[in-house]
């Protein structure tokens, strides 16, 4: 990595997150640096959101076994006619929302206020689990969308192999 490269780096001062370190590609134009996003196939900024997004995806991928084909990242979902963007969307093997996860960058506090964003995405994603992350803390919440209730779980569920 070129020693500018570095400098830009240590300058947006990425934190140590509480998520597996991984090998990441990264790329300076600009006065710009991009982190190289496995699911999106491109280059995307890095911001410290996307960063722990970044980490987050490789856990699921290359730690918990998810299947890289069913992992989205940033897509946009209408609520209420205003468009609103998920971070990272698991799907079942059957195509159905199975993992809603909101990421916020590590100097964010977790509050009910960001479990309230991700529940609303919710809404119209009905996954089983809702999981929000700022790469230190990390809280998952299985939902029993009949019941209208959730229980937390103390950690991610694996990936449904068959359902």
């Not at 998810?66 to 799907?91: G, S």
């Not at 959730?150 to 359902?163: G, I, K, M, S, V």
Request: proline share 5%.
């Amino acid at each position: 990595m070129p020693n500018e490269l570095s400098a830009i780096l240590c300058m947006i001062q990425l934190e140590k997150l509480n998520l597996p370190e991984f090998h990441y590609r990264v790329e300076q134009k600009n006065n710009q640096v991009s982190i190289f996003c496995l699911i999106r196939k491109k280059f995307v900024v890095l911001t410290p959101e996307e960063w722990v997004r970044q980490h987050f995806i490789n856990y699921l991928i290359y730690h918990k076994k998810y299947p890289r084909a069913m992992v989205q990242v940033e897509r946009e979902i209408l609520f209420n006619n205003l468009k609103k963007r998920f971070d990272v969307v698991v799907y079942s093997p059957l195509g159905v929302p199975f993992m809603l996860t909101e990421c916020k960058s590590a100097n964010v506090k977790l509050s009910q206020n960001t479990f309230m964003q991700a529940s609303t995405y919710n809404l119209n994603l009905k996954s089983d689990y809702l999981v929000i992350t700022n790469g230190l803390k990390h809280f998952c919440c299985k939902i029993d969308h009949s019941l209208q209730k959730y229980n937390f779980e103390q950690e991610l569920p694996d990936y449904p192999r068959t359902q």
